[in-house]
């Protein structure tokens, strides 16, 4: 097993692709909650937000450095197609392009009101948790220890975050109805968070990821006991959209990246 795992660490390209697509998922999440940031109902609330965009986008640069890491040590030439020992975090955050990212679909909806940025981000983090939970006993020390910080944030962003739709969902009129509308925009992108791509069959394989349709049950008892104190139906089944973990991607993602990489698109090289 030991050979096994250190062999797919400095040749397979899937193992790259799983870091990536955690990293992806936290840093897009983190910059769509920075949208947030003085924009909040309330002076706590925005605080609140943006620390955990600051929690996500943490994340999102510990996995991107791992990934780096892999990339410049890698025996085979990266999929990505830059040149080995060139590759940092930055790299990967600003100078990809869209189909380049592996992010699920969900995180990168749009906020359009607080009930929508509420809702998705309970629900990513309840994935979160259950995921970061597992990946604490990956084979790969560097993930699992990547893991086991992340839980303590996440853990939080769960609680803050089901608090709300217990508020919104047994609220007023108004509140009740603006997280239904969420619902019925975001349930149909829950779906991929459970579909596992070729990356992740691969490293659960290799004992360094984990079976990703194992987390569904949890998942679904955890959001159930939400939408039950919040007074909120359990949605009807619906059509599930996919592709995000594939680099199939909305139109959103796009504008998000446009904003995002602008900076180092413009001005190659600069640094902080």
């Known amino acids: 097993m030991i050979a096994r795992i250190k062999m797919m660490l400095m040749n397979n390209d899937l193992l790259i ?3 990536l697509h955690l990293a992806d998922d936290a840093l897009i999440l983190g910059h769509r909650n920075s949208e947030w940031c003085g924009h909040g ?11 955990i965009s600051l929690d996500l986008i943490g994340q999102a640069r510990n996995l991107y450095q791992c990934a780096s890491t892999l990339i410049n040590e890698s025996a085979v ?43 998705r981000q309970f629900l990513f983090s309840c994935y979160q948790f259950f995921l970061y939970d597992r990946l604490r006993n990956s084979k790969y020390s560097a993930l699992a220890g990547i893991a086991e910080k992340s839980l303590k944030e996440v853990t939080y962003h769960l609680r803050w975050s089901s608090e709300w739709v217990i508020r919104l969902g047994d609220g ?10 969420a619902i019925a925009e975001l349930w149909v992108y829950t779906g991929e968070l459970f579909l596992a791509a070729s990356y992740e069959q691969q490293a659960a394989s ?3 990821g984990i079976e990703i349709a194992e987390l569904k049950p949890s998942w679904e008892q955890k959001v159930k ?29 796009g504008y998000i990246l446009a904003e995002l990489q602008f900076m180092q698109r413009a001005y190659p090289g600069n640094e902080w």
Not at 92 to 113: G, T
Not at 232 to 246: C, D, I, R, T
Request: charged share 25%; with cysteine.
């Open 41 to 51: 109902p309330v002076l706590e609330q925005d605080i609140a937000i943006t620390n």
């Open 206 to 208: 290799n004992g360094i």
């Open 17 to 19: 692709d799983y870091i």
């Open 225 to 253: 006991e939400v939408f039950d104190e919040a007074t909120l139906a359990w949605p009807e089944e619906v059509f599930q959209q996919m592709g995000g973990k594939g680099g199939k991607h909305t139109e959103h993602l």
């Open 172 to 181: 007023t009129n108004e509140s009740r109805q603006r997280v239904l509308n």
């Open 77 to 119: 030439s990266p999929s990505l197609g830059w040149p080995r020992g060139e590759v940092t975090e930055d790299t990967l955050a600003y100078l990809r392009d869209v189909r380049q990212f592996k992010n699920c679909l969900l995180v990168e909806q749009p906020n359009s009101d607080w009930a929508k940025t509420i809702l």
